[in-house]
């Protein structure tokens, strides 16, 4: 395992079919994720952003239904919430996964006392509406202290989730709270990993990125500085640096 704490220079290699990278977004997350990243680096072209798991109620249920959708074989890149989903991909089908990058994520299942605390958080946003709930319950928690008063950040994560919508949350609720433990299937994922945290992130700190870090074989840990959580809307060059440059080792590790 490797581990930076700066950006570094970008990498890139050409290739006629390069690998195909997609994109999984966390809960109350849509397209406008990513959109700072791409704009910042145009060349990293997903061939897919699945929609918000609308209609599966486990990672393991939302994973096959995007097997049936995905190319034969893939980097992933998942963010929070689509970070379970991306390693339940790794674990149904690791002869598809060329690579896997995981953003403000973790590997643990989620602890029984925290059952009726999601299904208040959901209840909450029924009753409030989902624009109000973002902004009085998860805005604090979703971004570094020095983001807190960026109305147009809090604009687009509001957005987001009204886009989404209560629905799909629900669903999304469920994927959190059946995920497994995926701690022990790490070792066995041999492909170029990417981990990328927040050092201001309250909702996965440092202590679940190190277990991600250090118990995938072929991974590097990146930390953004003076970044919470929404590493992809708060860090989005930053975090395209990194992705292009784990990109790069995949298409090394191919031709090798």
Not at 114 to 137: K, Q
Not at 216 to 233: I, K
Request: hydrophobic share 45%; proline share 8%; aromatic share 6%.
């Amino acid at each position: 395992m490797t581990h930076s704490s700066c950006p570094t220079g970008s990498a890139t290699q050409e290739n006629a079919a390069p690998t195909p990278l997609v994109l999984l977004g966390g809960t109350l997350c849509d397209h406008a994720l990513w959109a700072p990243m791409l704009d910042a680096d145009p060349g990293l072209r997903p061939v897919a952003l699945p929609t918000p798991y609308a209609d599966h109620k486990s990672a393991a249920d939302a994973t096959r239904a995007l097997l049936h959708q995905l190319p034969a074989r893939f980097a992933v890149l998942g963010f929070s919430l689509g970070g379970f989903v991306a390693l339940e991909l790794a674990a149904q089908a690791p002869e598809r996964i060329a690579g896997l990058a995981l953003v403000a994520s973790n590997a643990r299942a989620d602890t029984p006392d925290n059952a009726p605390v999601r299904r208040a958080a959901f209840g909450a946003a029924r009753e409030a509406g989902l624009a109000r709930f973002v902004e009085t319950t998860l805005w604090p928690q979703y971004v570094a202290s020095h983001r807190r008063d960026d109305a147009a950040l809090a604009a687009t994560i509001g957005g987001m989730a009204v886009r989404v919508g209560l629905e799909a949350f629900a669903d999304q609720v469920d994927i959190a709270l059946t995920r497994v433990d995926s701690r022990p299937r790490l070792p066995a994922i041999r492909v170029p990993a990417l981990i990328v945290s927040g050092d201001e992130d309250v909702l996965n700190p440092e202590d679940r990125q190190h277990e991600l870090a250090d118990g995938l074989p072929d991974a590097h840990w990146h930390v953004c500085a003076r970044t919470g959580h929404f590493v992809p809307l708060e860090a989005p060059a930053q975090l395209g640096r990194v992705v292009r440059e784990w990109l790069a080792r995949i298409e090394g590790k191919r031709s090798a």
